[in-house]
Nanobody, 125 residues
């Protein structure tokens, strides 16, 4: 079983930054384990933001996300991070991290088997 716990969410004003953390436990081989960040705004479908291979550190971004969001990992801490800069009101959503033993790493929610409970990010004046 894979457990994932998100932290770092909250309420910020437009233009500010947040860093989300996802602490994961996994029995999978690090070389094949993909961890991704997703988000779901009210009334909208869950969408991918970015994903990363725990072994190689290779990253994969949804178009348009790379400009302001950066995914990274620290395997010594069993953590994956999402640095979010210049936040906008439209970034308001519940953010989830998820893990999958897949190759290639994707940003498609249905490809991911294990999910955290999610954490709220609100961007408002």
């Amino acid at each position: 079983e894979v457990d994932l716990v998100e932290s770092g969410g909250g309420s910020v004003q437009p233009g500010e930054s947040l860093r989300l953390s996802c602490v994961h436990s996994s029995v999978y081989s690090y070389n094949r384990n993909c961890v991704g960040w997703f988000r779901q705004a009210p009334g909208k479908a869950r969408e991918g933001v970015a994903s990363i291979y725990l072994g190689s550190g290779d990253t994969f971004y949804v178009d348009g996300m790379r400009n302001r969001f950066t995914i990274s990992r620290d395997n010594s801490e069993s953590a994956v991070y999402l640095q979010m800069n210049r936040l906008k009101p439209e970034d308001t959503a519940i953010y989830y991290c998820a893990a999958a033993l897949i190759s290639p790493c994707t940003n498609i929610p249905r490809d991911f088997k294990h999910w955290g409970q999610g954490i709220q990010v609100t961007v408002a004046s």
